[in-house]
């Protein structure tokens, strides 16, 4: 449960975060996993209590607080239910770095202050219906005309999609260059972009609370200062937030996991078969066990 790098602050901040969520999210999940949204208005209460960019700094209405932070909000927020973290924590520890590291200081003040309050949900469009792994292949395309930036190209997968007030959207903005991914940029596109639109909604197996949408780009037309960091160098800056990334995700699937563990240990002893609660059979300790071991694993890595 928790690493040496968690101090008593820590702690309380999770304990008061816990309260929170026994009030304010644990009694309406199923709710918003049947009407697949999470309400804004919870957003606004994360927004209001200081749960949301908490590593944002003082200076644009942030916390400044360190990672230890974030990753408890992605832990207590993912234990509520599968997916809650996904989206929340997507604004305020994978998106808001980009703004907050490449940004100007007229976008900083521009989008960061919003985000915090929970004004402002933001996404990033990276993923399209033919590239994924391969993120150097996308086909979504900008080219300066004035001093607008013309996008054209479809992203897939997007979370918060739907509901996004503004989108980092990595585009080519020289196509030509080999090799491709030093053609690559990060323009932020805002909701009510000439343009722009919203796809689907997509329905998935699990997390059905969490936003997951398409955006289309037809000659959307950003203004040139949207574009964050230099141009062409979209891919570098990608490559170094990705890693907080997977380690918040890597983050959420263990709470997952450990949730799954507790609730299958509760039904191992109260369910009976053969006159005996099925957690007396040997083969279920041995497959319990197993699943204990790989568990730990993962919590283990995750410290470390
Ligand atoms: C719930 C959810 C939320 C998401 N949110 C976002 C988001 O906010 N923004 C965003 O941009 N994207 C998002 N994604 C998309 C996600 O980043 C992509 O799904 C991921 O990058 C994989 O791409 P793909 O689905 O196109 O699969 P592919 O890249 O097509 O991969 C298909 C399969 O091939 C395998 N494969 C690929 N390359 C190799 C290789 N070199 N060697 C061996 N095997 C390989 C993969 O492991 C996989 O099993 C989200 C996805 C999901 C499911």
């Given at each position: 449960m928790s690493g040496d790098f968690f101090s008593e602050e820590h702690n309380m901040f999770r304990r008061t975060l816990r309260k929170m969520l026994e009030k304010e999210a644990y009694p309406y999940f199923e709710e918003w996993e049947r009407k697949r949204e999470v309400p804004r208005a919870f957003w606004s209460k994360l927004g209001e209590q200081g749960y949301l960019c908490p590593m944002v700094s003082e200076t644009y209405s942030g916390l400044g607080l360190d990672f230890g932070y974030s990753m408890i909000l992605a832990e207590e927020l993912e234990r509520v239910g599968a997916g809650l973290a996904s989206g929340i924590v997507l604004h305020s520890d994978i998106v808001i770095p980009y703004i907050e590291q490449y940004g100007t200081e007229e976008q900083k003040k521009r989008w960061l202050p919003k985000s915090i309050t929970g004004e402002f949900i933001s996404a990033i469009a990276m993923t399209e219906p033919g590239a994924g792994s391969d993120l150097a292949g996308i086909q979504t395309t900008a080219y300066l005309e004035g001093d607008f930036y013309i996008?054209?190209?479809?992203?897939?997968?997007?979370?918060?999609?739907?509901?996004?007030?503004?989108?980092?959207?990595?585009?080519?903005?020289?196509?030509?260059?080999?090799?491709?991914?030093?053609?690559?940029?990060?323009?932020?596109?805002?909701?009510?972009?000439?343009?722009?639109?919203r796809g689907k909604k997509l329905n998935k197996i699990g997390m059905h609370s969490s936003d997951t949408g398409?955006?289309?780009?037809?000659?959307?037309?950003?203004?040139?200062?949207?574009?964050?960091?230099?141009?062409?160098?979209?891919?570098?800056?990608?490559?170094?937030?990705?890693?907080?990334?997977?380690?918040?995700?890597a983050i959420e699937v263990q709470v997952e996991a450990e949730e799954m563990f507790r609730i299958t240990k509760e039904y191992v002893k109260s369910r009976k078969a053969f006159n005996r609660s099925i957690a007396d059979f040997?083969?279920?300790?041995?497959?319990?066990?197993?699943?204990?071991?790989?568990?730990?694993?993962?919590?283990?890595?995750?410290?470390?």
């Open positions: 996008l054209n190209g479809e992203k897939t997968f997007i979370t918060n999609g739907i509901n996004a007030d503004f989108v980092v959207v990595v585009c080519k903005t020289n196509p030509n260059v080999n090799p491709s991914h030093r053609g690559i940029s990060l323009i932020v596109v805002e909701k009510d972009t000439p343009g722009f639109k398409e955006l289309i780009f037809e000659d959307a037309k950003v203004p040139a200062e949207n574009l964050l960091g230099e141009e062409g160098k979209g891919f570098y800056y990608l490559m170094d937030k990705l890693q907080q990334e997977r380690l918040l995700v040997q083969n279920t300790q041995f497959k319990l066990a197993e699943m204990a071991t790989e568990i730990d694993i993962g919590r283990n890595y995750i410290i470390h």
